[in-house]
Each structure stands twice: as C-alpha cells, then as structure tokens.
C-alpha cells in the first residue's frame, strides 16, 4: 500500500519536485478514506480543512448545481484548506464510483512543513505559478 501511495501522490502537481524523501514524508501524513458511490466528499460553501488525492475512482466537481469536471486516479482538491482552514469550499465533490482518497488535513500539513522546509518553498512555488496563471486566464476572459 506504501507504493501505491507514493506512486499516486508523484502525480499530483501540488507535489511536483519534491524529492522521494519529502514525498515520503507527505505519504506518511496522509490518511485513507473511502468513500461509497453517491457519497458528497466536500460541500460547496462549508468549511475547508483537508487537501485529498483519489487513489482509485472517479468523482465530479460541481458548482450551484452545474458539472464543472470530474476527478481520477492522481487528480486532487482542497489544496486552499491545507494553508487556509477558514475558507469555504468552492464547489462540491461527490463520488460517482466507489472512491479510495489520500486526506491530508491542515493541522498534519503545518508540522509536515516545519519538519521539511524544503517541501514548503516547494509547494509555496507551486501554489504561486497557479495563482499567476489564474491571474492570465481571468485577464484573458475579461
């Protein structure tokens, strides 16, 4: 199961560059959830304290009742809520398959970070090339 943990959290962006040793580290923090077909995962509008990873399954994303994508092996949400845990979930994530998550909650994140500074430059670097492309995506619409 180790594996298959490592394996799946090398695919996911917010993760991108870290070394097997910090990965490792990540994996080690996270949890397994599962999650029956039907299943809501996260709600729109209500509080936001875990970052999570499908592992197996697909989910879909929806926003005020409309389908914005769905999510598979390797696909992630929630990644907001691992460095602001007072926010509000953007959209809902409902399991459409039975679904096998990695959670990483924010309060298993912070200590992660300060035990490896290293994973926090990283993800701080990441997190910023979203943002700057959101920034020209919504430039580009409006």
Same mark, same amino acid.
């Given at each position: 199961?180790?594996?298959?943990?490592? *394996?799946?959290?090398?695919?996911?962006?917010?993760?991108? #560059?870290?070394?097997?040793?910090?990965?490792?580290?990540?994996?080690?923090?996270?949890? *397994?959830?599962?999650?029956?077909?039907?299943?809501?995962?996260?709600?729109? =509008?209500?509080?936001?304290? #875990?970052?999570?990873?499908?592992?197996?399954?697909?989910?879909?994303?929806?926003?005020? #009742?409309?389908?914005?994508?769905?999510?598979?092996? =390797?696909?992630?949400?929630?990644?907001?809520?691992?460095?602001?845990?007072?926010?509000?979930?953007?959209?809902?994530?409902?399991? *459409?398959?039975?679904?096998?998550?990695?959670?990483?909650?924010?309060?298993?994140?912070?200590?992660?970070?300060?035990?490896?500074?290293?994973?926090?430059?990283?993800?701080?670097?990441?997190?910023?090339?979203?943002?700057?492309?959101?920034? *020209?995506?919504?430039?580009?619409?409006?």
């Amino acid at each position: 199961m180790a594996d298959d943990r490592l *394996e799946t959290l090398r695919k996911v962006s917010l993760f991108e #560059g870290l070394t097997d040793r910090e990965l490792e580290a990540v994996a080690n923090a996270t949890k *397994e959830r599962r999650f029956d077909t039907g299943d809501t995962v996260v709600v729109e =509008g209500e509080g936001g304290v #875990g970052f999570f990873v499908v592992a197996e399954g697909t989910a879909r994303v929806e926003s005020r #009742g409309q389908r914005l994508g769905s999510i598979s092996r =390797g696909g992630s949400f929630g990644e907001v809520a691992l460095l602001d845990d007072s926010g509000r979930r953007s959209a809902s994530v409902i399991a *459409e398959s039975p679904l096998r998550v990695y959670g990483l909650t924010s309060w298993q994140f912070t200590p992660l970070l300060e035990q490896h500074p290293s994973i926090a430059l990283k993800v701080a670097k990441m997190l910023a090339r979203r943002l700057r492309e959101a920034e *020209e995506r919504a430039a580009a619409v409006g």
